[in-house]
């Protein structure tokens, strides 16, 4: 069965640096996501998307997060300068249409600021 | 937006006994119900679904309910076994534009041997 795979499983970075978490989405799926969640909370949508543009962001999705599409295979997202409460679990997600379909989640990247 | 409130949050049970997670949901148009499994560490993955022309729905031991007019969802696990540990989650959508599921704030079910 086709699977999102994520790199890396897990990083611990210091606050204030940069971050990448790369995902290498389903291959016939359009339509991509990432999510968090934070240690025993619920997972939080924070970008959708779609045809190389961001389809749509959540709040937490703020001017210190970006995602790209840089070939036709992975899809990143970058965290400009890290803060403590960024620390969580990041999943990629993949859909093939938009609309009332499954959305398949990777494994997560953990990522962990101190 | 949407708003998915969800109940217990967490729930120990002895094996073979059922278990019985709830969800509530705000917005009347969505109409696509997933629920999905979290073991500890995992990724989340679908378990079942259901859609708002259905009002069950059963797959094996586990079956999902929904109730349109009073807009909450259930999901039932019959028979529980230790390996159904894990946390569920369950979810609302919208059909068209973006499929951007909101999340209830997951339910941990212990099954005790």
């Known amino acids: 069965e086709p699977e999102v795979t994520q790199t890396p499983s897990h990083q611990v970075t210091q606050m204030g640096q940069e971050v990448i978490l790369r995902c290498v989405p389903i291959?016939?799926?359009?339509?991509f996501y990432w999510y968090r969640q934070i240690l025993g909370q619920k997972v939080e949508f924070l970008v959708s998307?779609?045809?190389?543009?961001?389809?749509?962001k959540s709040e937490i999705f703020d001017d210190q997060f970006s995602v790209e599409r840089p070939d036709g295979s992975n899809f990143t997202l970058k965290i400009r300068s890290t803060k403590l409460e960024d620390s969580a679990m990041y999943f990629c997600?993949?859909?093939?249409?938009?609309?009332?379909?499954?959305?398949?989640f990777g494994e997560g990247s953990w990522l962990t600021v101190v | 937006g949407e708003n998915v409130e969800q109940h217990p949050s967490t729930l120990s049970v002895q094996e073979g006994d059922s278990a019985v997670i709830k969800c509530t949901y705000s917005d009347s148009a969505s109409n696509y119900f997933p629920w999905y499994k979290q073991e500890l560490g995992k990724r989340p993955q679908l378990i079942i679904d259901i859609r708002s022309n259905v009002g069950e729905k059963k797959d094996q031991r586990i079956a999902v309910t929904l109730n349109k007019t009073a807009k909450h969802f259930s999901l039932h696990i019959t028979e529980t076994q230790p390996e159904d540990s894990a946390v569920y989650f369950c979810a609302a959508t919208l059909s068209g534009g973006s499929y951007i599921p909101t999340f209830g704030r997951g339910t941990s079910l212990i099954v005790h041997p």
């Open positions: 291959s016939n799926h359009l339509y």
């Open positions: 997600a993949s859909s093939f249409t938009g609309t009332l379909d499954t959305i398949y």
């Open positions: 998307f779609y045809n190389n543009e961001i389809s749509e």
